[in-house]
């Protein structure tokens, strides 16, 4: 890992009060040392951690058995009777105990113990006691008076509770109330979910943790005043500035993708006037699994665009994946990979990883390795889907079910001076896939398209646009496979995307190069566009092009000037030049010809286009034709694809294709 990466991995906060340092935050070492337990001893506990908790547990039953003796008969028991319970112990602490054996009730952690877990005692305690009585009644010839029965059973089950709930009850109870102390931070969180009270409270709860919510900041204004998890609902996210002084709070904490991005523009502006900073935490924490890290990280452009999370149809999604076999081409890439992430979720029996560059395989295979997958077979693949030996070979020993074909030449200066390449990839790379999709009878077959494609202005667009009519004729072909195309914008930070372009040119001290003050774009998160490209593709049968709904289009100077902000300088600091448009660029973009039928569907962020039909024979010959141009010079091919794309215009604004610029 590099330098840099490990120094954002494990960021180390500093806090300061009046230009002194109050406390600071080491993610790489969020506990004392002298906490941690040695290694040997901590597995030796663990390996007779049973035989431990028999002990305690017998400890606890035999205590519980003498105070109820005891209280029966106010603590001045007859000799008699304290004969009875001499002669009983063994008898009643052997069936307490194989109870709880039986119920397998000291296999669970008393540091995850939950309410569920203290009911579940209820079973064995009354079989234990059941049996007791039975025995007593029936079996033995000198009886347990019957008050000592009861008082034991009540007695023994609020001990046992008692004692399974203690680590808890410390770490969330006794502890939090003395951790706010010096070198603590306080923070605020915003939380209109359920889940999010809970995340506060595992930061609350975690020992070591150098922050503590303090307050709790909610749009719902009847709930001001209440408490959830022992923290105090304040007020509203906008009231932060003014709480934040009578609490001594620098820091207001928010969740990934609770928030909508204008929402976090609009707070930032306000808190940044006052003195506060926003701070993004992940929307799940595992702090046993990551050593009790909090990956708490400043805002970046992808939570000012954030829209309302994606709602999956996850039952229709995994009545096709489940034990299926799917393979991802470009499984190294922005929306390759990140396909394979969400795919996973959904537990296919195999998933084959295929990109033509090795280390985006070892990369995205070992990343999938670490992730809990369920059982899923993953078979990382180096390949190039214009290798049509290789293809055939992957097809013929992994008979995928379902082919996401994510593979593709997607810059579109770089495919403007080598045409060539993006026939071969786009246009011959696809056909050679979704052929080999029909003749392994694979389920179905989903192209990833783009916007672009849509009245194309670059070779990049027209290429996709000739891809996309070979997938939808194949679709009227009489195949056991449904072919479907899916079609969206631009991904925020994607390889190759402008957000990557402007932050290195904000590092550099400028100036950020906008092409022109006019141009928009359309733009989704790499996991929003995944998520629907999957859900669009389980709503196929066969035929469709689904667009997806990419909200508004937004601005590039707005874009330059919010990433200027959020790198903590003045908007003014960094020149915002104007450089033209480059060849095969467009001042908007576009999701539908004029002549597409546009329907909706049952998603609300997914939209199905019917294209004019094609006839699959034609489209062949047009391909071979187009394959035997790949060398000429690209005026030609430029030339060639006009004929065959006639919407395809080879001029922006004035600017000859030729006259090409770097970014």
């Known amino acids: 890992m590099p330098l840099e990466t490990m120094k954002e991995a494990y960021q180390v906060i500093r806090y300061e009060k009046n230009g002194k340092v109050v406390a600071t935050i080491n993610n790489a070492s969020s506990r004392p040392e002298i906490w941690a337990p040695l290694p040997r001893i901590r597995d030796f506990l663990i390996t007779i951690r049973v035989p431990l908790l028999a002990i305690v547990h017998t400890v606890i039953f035999a205590t519980a058995y003498w105070l109820s003796f005891g209280l029966r008969f106010d603590f001045e028991i007859p000799a008699e009777m304290y004969q009875r319970f001499v002669t009983t112990l063994p008898f009643v602490l052997s069936i307490q105990i194989g109870s709880l054996l039986v119920f397998k009730s000291f296999h669970g952690w008393w540091r995850y113990v939950t309410l569920r877990d203290l009911i579940s005692l209820i079973r064995p305690m009354l079989v234990g006691f059941a049996v007791i009585t039975m025995f007593d009644y029936f079996v033995l010839t000198t009886r347990i008076p019957r008050a000592v029965l009861i008082l034991d059973f009540l007695l023994s089950s609020v001990m046992i509770v008692a004692v399974r709930s203690s680590w808890r009850l410390a770490k969330e109870g006794l502890w939090p109330s003395v951790h706010l102390s010096a070198g603590c931070v306080p923070a605020f969180i915003i939380s209109n979910r359920h889940e999010t009270i809970i995340m506060a409270n595992q930061i609350n709860s975690r020992f070591g943790s150098r922050v503590r919510i303090v307050g709790i900041l909610s749009d719902d204004k009847k709930k001001i005043g209440s408490q959830r998890a022992g923290i105090r609902i304040l007020g509203t996210p906008e009231n932060a500035p003014k709480l934040a002084r009578e609490h001594g709070v620098q820091e207001v904490w928010i969740v990934a993708g609770d928030i909508q991005g204008q929402r976090i523009s609009d707070l930032k502006v306000l808190y940044d006037q006052n003195g506060l900073s926003i701070k993004v935490i992940p929307p799940s924490l595992d702090l046993e699994r990551d050593n009790g890290l909090i990956p708490v990280r400043d805002i970046e452009i992808n939570d000012l665009l954030q829209r309302d999370p994606v709602k999956l149809d996850s039952q229709r999604i995994a009545a096709e994946i489940e034990g299926a076999r799917v393979l991802v081409t470009g499984a190294g890439g922005s929306i390759g990979s990140e396909i394979c992430r969400q795919l996973i979720q959904f537990k296919p029996s195999e998933l084959v990883l295929v990109d033509h560059r090795e280390n985006s395989v070892f990369l995205i295979h070992n990343e999938l390795e670490r992730l809990q997958h369920n059982g899923t077979q993953l078979h990382p693949a180096v390949g190039d889907i214009l290798d049509k030996p290789r293809m055939l070979a992957l097809f013929e020993q992994f008979r995928p079910e379902y082919v996401y074909h994510a593979a593709a030449h997607k810059h579109v200066g770089l495919m403007e001076v080598n045409p060539g390449e993006a026939i071969k990839n786009n246009i011959l790379g696809t056909k050679n896939t979704a052929d080999l999709a029909r003749d392994y009878e694979s389920k179905k077959f989903v192209l990833i398209s783009t916007d672009k494609a849509v009245n194309p202005t670059s070779v990049m667009g027209c290429t ?147 294209h004019r039909l094609y006839e699959p024979n034609e489209l062949v010959a047009t391909i071979k034709m187009l394959e035997s141009v790949t060398s000429h010079s690209a005026d030609a091919i430029r030339e060639m694809l006009h004929k065959i794309v006639p919407e395809y215009q080879t001029t922006n604004e004035g600017f000859s294709v030729n006259d090409v610029r770097a970014p």
Do not use: W
Not at 477 to 503: I, Y
Not at 506 to 521: F, K, Y
Not at 585 to 609: G, M, N, R, V
């Open 464 to 610: 996709k646009q000739i891809a996309e009519r070979y997938v939808h004729a194949m679709a009227q072909e009489n195949s056991d496979t449904a072919f479907v195309v899916v079609r969206f914008g631009n991904v925020l930070g994607s390889n190759g995307s402008v957000v990557p372009l402007f932050k290195e040119q904000i590092e550099r001290g400028g100036p950020i190069t906008v092409t022109d003050p006019r141009m928009t774009r359309f733009f989704m998160t790499i996991p929003e566009a995944s998520q629907l490209v999957i859900q669009a593709a389980s709503m196929g049968n066969g035929g469709e092009i689904f667009v997806l709904d990419m909200g508004e289009q937004i601005p590039i100077v707005d874009l330059a000037r919010q990433m200027v902000t959020l790198s903590g300088l003045p908007p003014d600091t960094i020149e915002i030049r104007f450089v033209g448009a480059r060849p095969g660029e467009k001042l908007y973009e576009e999701l539908y010809f004029d002549d597409e039928k546009t329907l909706e569907t049952d998603h609300p962020k997914i939209f199905a286009a019917y």
